[in-house]
């Protein structure tokens, strides 16, 4: 039973301001509101105000943390919280975590922390493998919340729907969507390669709609989602989906087609170089990712880039580079922008 203040419902709001500056305004507590009445918590009997002073059941109010660490203190120990991995993706309303094989036993704990630190948040799922296969996708499992693994993300304006255990998806690389998005220009011809489910054609079609985008993947679920995201941003007729292999669709169909290709690959994507100069019409522009060592990232995907130009007897002119994020303590992924000039 909270000891409370019976005011009035058309008195609430300036009794409850009088209330809060005397300083015995209870938050532990959430007020009731009932019939013509609400009540107040109240940590003592006021002085600022003259209303009946009660005892009512009113509901506590859950503690809001503002860190993981801060919402764990009391149920890992300083070790584990030593062990504990602080980073995590959220995609839509799922977290996705790291739990080292030293903290399973407070798996639990640990998600219904993240839950309560990121009130959105409706499923904690486990990484229960590495990133595999050509899809580059991994086992989950979920920890708490809903038993789903599908959710809708929103980013620059754009709904994605996406399901985490079927398709990659990475929301780090939501600053270089808006990167290039913001170099395209009116009438460009892009060519999306590895498109997942679609967020860097969609982040560009939405800012620009006035572009021709082909969306090339491999992974049938991935291009559903990229089929039912279109419709979602009704971007149709701007951004073609296809499903397929970029090294069969690309000298089949995109023959000398692009003005500008996006390589966003997090492994090899070096070994879809020629694909990329097949496409490539003069004067295009290429975004090509690449997982290197740090400190020699740049100089590894220069030296790729002259390769396969070399091999494609293209010339091409490096226009930028920049870290995209640290992958490992001894990786880094790096985006190099280069333009094929003949
Ligand atoms: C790292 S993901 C990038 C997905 C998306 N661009 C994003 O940022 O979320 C790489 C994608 O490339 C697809 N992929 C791999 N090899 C491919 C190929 N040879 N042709 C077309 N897509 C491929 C995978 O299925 C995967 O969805």
Redo the contacts with the bound molecule.
Sequence with gaps: MALCVKVPKKKGEETRQKLVAEGIFDPSFVPLKNGEFVFFPVKKKPASVDFPVVRKELMTRKKRFHSLEDALRGELTPDELDGLVRSFDIVGDIAVLEVPDALRKKERAIAKAVMDVHRHVHVVAKKASPMSG???VRKLKIIAGEKRTETLYTEHGCKMKVDIAK????PR?SFERQRIASQVKKGERILA?????G??PLVIAKRQPHVEIAA????PD?VRLMEENIRLNRLEGVIKPIL????EVVPRQFRGWADRVLM???KDAHE?LSEAFIAARRGCMVHFYHFAPIGKSFTEARKLVRAAAKKARRKVEFISERVVRPYSPQTEQVVIDFKVLD
């Design positions: 050509e899809f580059r398709v990659y998806f990475s690389l390669m590895f498109a997942g489910v967020p860097f090339i993947e491999l992974n991935a397929g292999d970029v090294r966003p690959l997090p879809f």
